[in-house]
């Protein structure tokens, strides 16, 4: 089992493009939450996804942020015309059916840059 | 609202002396609280969780809902045990998410 993998690790965008994080959890796991780590402070939760549902996004910005997990394929977050702003670590984690009461495992990270 | 606060954000040991982190939360209910690490270029691991009150690599936390604090401790540190440490909660009203506080930077020097 490879684990939760995140790709790309390291993703440049310019102002006003799109990013695309992807997020493949664990065999078997059917759970996936994403959070974001700004500069010098812990993560922050954002979404937390069941396959074809959103069980919670109270983390998440109003506007340009999206998240998805579909019933075939990675989880993936989108964020539309992006802003330095949003330059931080994007981190994926999964867990297994039983969802949030059970041990979640995360991902490397894709760490995103706007310039 | 929930909060987790470590207020060290760099520890600096020698190898074989005892090391605290610091973790105090602010939570109304009953929360879960767990200590999270990071060694270098590897990703976030689960290192304790307070319900199971295990010792893991030494390290152990107990939770004071007095103090509303999980400070993690171990007697000595080891030079493997420089890496990123975070505390976290979990609410019993929202299973999903955790919250973490911003870490505490761990090096061990021999």
């Known amino acids: 089992n490879a684990g939760v993998m995140q790709n790309p690790r390291h993703l440049v965008r310019r102002r006003g493009q799109e990013a695309r994080l992807r997020c493949s959890p664990m065999?078997?796991?059917?759970?996936v939450y994403w959070y974001r780590q700004l500069p010098e402070e812990g993560l922050k939760f954002m979404v937390y996804?069941?396959?074809?549902?959103?069980?919670?996004e109270s983390g998440m910005p109003k506007e340009r942020f999206s998240a998805e997990f579909p019933k075939e394929g990675p989880s993936i977050l989108r964020i539309q015309q992006v802003v330095r702003g949003d330059s931080a670590a994007y981190f994926c984690?999964?867990?297994?059916?039983?969802?949030?009461?059970?041990?979640?495992?995360f991902g490397q990270g894709t760490r995103l840059t706007v310039v | 609202a929930q909060r987790v606060t470590q207020p060290e954000k760099l520890l600096s040991v020698f190898k074989g002396a005892p090391v605290e982190l610091k973790c105090n939360y602010s939570y109304s209910g009953s929360p879960e609280l767990f200590w999270y690490v990071q060694y270098s270029r590897q990703r976030l691991q689960l290192l304790l969780r307070?319900?199971s009150r295990e010792s893991i690599k030494g390290f152990t936390a107990d939770l004071n809902k007095g103090e509303t604090s999980f400070h993690l401790k171990k007697p000595f540190a080891q030079e493997e045990d420089s890496a990123m440490y975070y505390c976290a909660l979990r609410p019993t009203d929202s299973w999903g998410k955790l919250q973490f506080g911003a870490g505490t930077q761990v090096v061990v020097t021999p």
């Open positions: 996804l069941q396959k074809e549902n959103i069980i919670d």
């Open positions: 307070h319900i």
């Open positions: 065999k078997g796991h059917s759970h």
């Open positions: 984690a999964s867990s297994p059916p039983g969802g949030g009461r059970t041990e979640a495992f």
